[in-house]
């Protein structure tokens, strides 16, 4: 699906609204599979939510969890049940808003859903599934579970304290990485227009790097926007 990309400068189009129904959840399972809601308690007691998909008798689950996504109906589960996995579709403390979230609390949530799975469900090995801003996350957990103390987090960015080397982190078995960012730091960081020269106001712009002038190269949809590689590299 081609959706137009507009801006938001003054006077620009206004972006238009998001197509319903997205492709990002399956329609069926495959034949003999059931799903049953978990609730999961992490160390520190806060609780999150996962939907388990198993026929019965599987040694393996795979973990699919994203921070501000709920991937309880990922479009991947069918698949993977195909392929003889259990599936757990995982949804942390803070919901499907990164508002309020703090990942290194995430990082809580998983240790108490990935040790549930093993000692509650009768898991031999649990593979992270990281997909999107699911490999960010990810990739810390395991590295965190992997760290042994005192070698862990200590504190949040903000400088809160979280000390992950009070708790237990049970290190996953395997990590599959499907089209994730390196981090969303450097997610972020490569998404800062260029062009605002003010920081107290966002709309503000330098009108030779704006991407959405037409004199740098930008038309109206259905037309395509095409530039110049010099404008491109400054």
Not at 75 to 92: D, N, S, T, W
Not at 109 to 122: F, R, S, T, V, Y
Not at 193 to 208: F, K, N, Q, R
Request: aromatic content about 8%; proline content about 11%; some cysteine.
């Amino acid at each position: 699906m081609n959706v137009p990309i507009t801006g938001l400068r003054r006077g620009a189009p206004a972006i238009p609204p998001a197509p319903a129904g997205p492709p990002i959840a399956f329609e069926t399972l495959p034949d003999g599979v059931s799903a049953h809601p978990h609730t999961f308690v992490a160390a520190d007691g806060a609780k999150s939510f996962g939907m388990l998909y198993r026929r019965g008798g599987e040694r393996s689950v795979i973990f699919l969890t994203h921070p501000r996504g709920d991937f309880t109906r990922h479009y991947m589960i069918p698949a993977l049940l195909e392929a003889g996995h259990a599936v757990l579709g995982f949804r942390q403390r803070f919901g499907t808003s990164d508002v309020t979230l703090t990942r290194e609390a995430m990082v809580l949530d998983m240790a108490g859903a990935i040790g549930a799975l093993k000692a509650d469900h009768g898991f031999d090995h649990v593979v992270l599934f990281a997909n999107c801003g699911g490999g960010p996350i990810s990739g810390l957990y395991q590295q965190q579970a992997e760290t042994p103390p005192p070698g862990r987090l200590t504190h949040t960015p903000a400088g809160d304290l979280l000390d992950l080397n009070t708790v237990e982190l049970p290190p996953a078995d395997g990590l599959i990485v499907l089209a994730a960012p390196f981090s969303l730091s450097e997610l972020m960081l490569e998404g800062i227009d260029p062009s605002v020269i003010d920081e107290h106001d966002p709309l503000s712009c330098d009108a030779s790097l704006d991407m959405y002038d037409p004199a740098n190269g930008y038309r109206d949809p259905p037309q395509t926007s095409r530039y110049d590689p010099a404008f491109a590299a400054r």
